[in-house]
């Protein structure tokens, strides 16, 4: 196995509570793996060595909510929402109408030109949910794809109720809950869905997640998005990994967060996008809450892919600190999906890292949009 020293590393920001942040540091890979990490002065011998000349060294960020598997532009829906029309769920039905009539192959390419677009800006590890497809068929077939590009894969049949059974949402439940996820179980190893009014209440959302975890799959909810709502407590109560949004929360929500494993996971992408109030994250912080960062990368309510950008919102916009945004985006985003692979550069974890053209992390919420990353490193090899 060859053993590649990254030297000259002016700032390696480990995400390690025992490593910390090391100065003027070297990074050892050894086949997929970290084999060592520690000041350059300390480091062992190695076949070949790669000079990072001073820049500062990030683990590969961990997007742990996306959306990558539809068809169709929503652009004039934002155009509009600008001008001052609400976000509402109902606009997933315009993707799900063009996920239908896009073949395998159109799908496909769509999700890995956003998985490649990603990878640029330096995320390595990416969660892909379904939810534009909504009959057995096509959520089978987009989950299929979304296997195709990463293990993170995750069943949201539970969207919204498709438009043939706008009146009979409990058949839809019993569907998605009976012969979807039978169709889809194989090709997932998490199960969603979007607790809201005007998608699925509290009981239909129970039903779903308990169906997905007989099944053997983990369990991850959409709460408390565009309003508040009994979702983050169903998600703690469950034992989810993961509440994503969190943008309207109760005393006893943030409560039930601080006193379980559930990670709060925040997607600023969407206020942005929907021009929302942010999430709070810093009550969140101060309450003991576990954060994570994600794009939610969608056609509607987020078409962002970058985890930069989201980074740069978390500081400006919701108070995190660059050294918590950073950890969200990649320690952080390892625990919504229960990884200790990931999201971290110590000796066993998978050679994830970024490579920034600046001296500090500091300077991805400091230089927003513009484009740092120099280099990106997935499983020992370079990729960017
Ligand atoms: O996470 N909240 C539900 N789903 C997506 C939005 C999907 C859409 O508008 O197409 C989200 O924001
Ligand atoms: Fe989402």
Known sequence: MTATLIDGIGLLATQDPGLGE??????????DRVAWVGR???APPADARVDAVGRCVVPGFV???AHLVFAGDRAAEFAARMSGQPYGAGGIRTTVDATRAASDEELGARAARLVT?????GTTTVEIKSGYGLTVRDEARSLAVARMLTE????????VVPPELADDPAAYVALVTGPMLEACASHARWVDAFCERGAFDADQA????????????GMRLHANQLGPGPGVQLACELGAASADHCTHLSDADVEALASSRTVATLLPGAEFSTRSPYPEARRLLDSGVTVALATDCNPG???TSSMPFCLALAVREMHMTPAEALWASTAGGAAA???DDVGVLRPGARADLVVLDAPSYVHLAYRPGVPLVAAVWRAGRPVV
């Open 22 to 31: 090391i100065a003027w540091a070297a990074l050892l890979v050894e086949g």
């Open 40 to 42: 350059s002065a300390d």
């Open 63 to 65: 997007d742990s909510h």
């Open 117 to 121: 677009e990603m990878l640029r800006q």
């Open 152 to 159: 993170e894969t995750t069943f949201l049949g539970a969207h």
């Open 206 to 217: 129970r039903a779903v997640l308990e169906a997905g975890a007989a099944r053997g799959l």
């Open 301 to 303: 309510s987020s078409y």
């Open 337 to 339: 999906l229960r990884r």
